[in-house]
């Protein structure tokens, strides 16, 4: 037998492996009801069809659903208004997609990453494509962080979302040199405060006059997890376009409710 006979016979032993015996070992569970899957599962079917999944009408800017097809902008667009062009985000943020996240994000549940990035595409593709960015960009997570999770949940969506569109993503173009207190304690003009030096841009990707050199990207797509105020969105954005980057568009996984539906 030839050494790639070999290696294509031990390809196939490893799936094998991977498909029938780690199911029995270590099965998987829905991220929302704990119900035991199939390995070939993500999440069960009755909890799919109850993904709070964004629909119209939504705010012009950031995404966020409003009850009111007469509005063009949610509270926070208005009261503060966003240096990014345009948003756009998967579901709602609520007690069941919270459960999600959590586990995507501080439980080292990584393989949720193909299920967001499959709903991300099929429900979203022509608008990303419409857009055209040059390069995908995710929120950085604090180095600290990093180290204790060993990932940035942020980066896995974008780096299979910059896969699909056919472009490079710059994990490293931004960066996060202060791990700040966590953000849902502030007001919204507080968490824009508490971001303000919490980012910075990689020097490596720099000129002298601090933007980015010839031939990076004029578009970028900026991937966060959760979409709230968006404060942290604002703040990459700001640091982006004072970098030279023409455009900013926004993708989240979740988003809140604008607070003109809670006050």
């Keep these: 037998m030839s050494g790639e006979k070999r290696i ?8 094998g492996i991977r498909h029938k015996v780690l199911p029995v070992f270590f099965p998987r569970h829905c991220p929302f009801c704990g ?34 097809s007469r509005q063009e902008l949610c509270y926070d667009c208005r009261i503060f208004p966003k240096s990014f062009d345009k ?3 998967l579901f709602l943020y609520n007690s069941m997609t919270r459960s999600s996240i959590t586990a995507f994000k501080y439980h080292n549940q990584r393989y949720l990453s193909d299920f967001f990035i499959s709903a991300i595409w099929r429900r979203h593709n022509r608008e990303l494509i419409r857009w055209h960015p040059d390069a995908v960009i ?5 180095k600290n962080k990093r180290k204790k999770r060993g990932y940035n949940q942020t980066e896995l969506i974008a780096v299979r979302l910059a896969r ?19 953000q849902k304690q502030f007001s919204p003009q507080a968490r824009l405060n508490n971001l303000n030096r919490a980012f910075c841009l990689n020097p490596a990707y720099l000129d002298e006059e601090g ?23 604002e703040s990459c954005t700001r640091l982006l376009k004072s970098a030279g980057i023409s455009r900013v568009y926004v993708c989240s996984l979740c988003i809140g409710v604008s607070r003109d539906e809670i006050v």
């Design 87 to 89: 948003g756009l985000s």
């Design 35 to 68: 119900r035991i899957l199939p390995h070939s599962m993500i999440l069960c079917r009755d909890c799919q069809s109850r993904m709070p999944l964004i629909h119209g009408p939504t705010c012009y800017m950031c995404g966020k659903p409003l009850n009111d």
């Design 211 to 233: 933007r980015i050199r010839g031939g990076g990207p004029e578009t970028v797509l900026l991937v966060d997890d959760i979409y709230t105020t968006g404060a942290t969105m």
């Design 8 to 15: 294509r016979q031990g390809l196939r032993v490893l799936s």
């Design 138 to 142: 995710p929120i950085p997570i604090h």
């Design 164 to 182: 699909l569109l056919g472009i490079p993503c710059c994990a490293d173009l931004l960066l996060r040199r202060i791990d700040t207190l966590p």
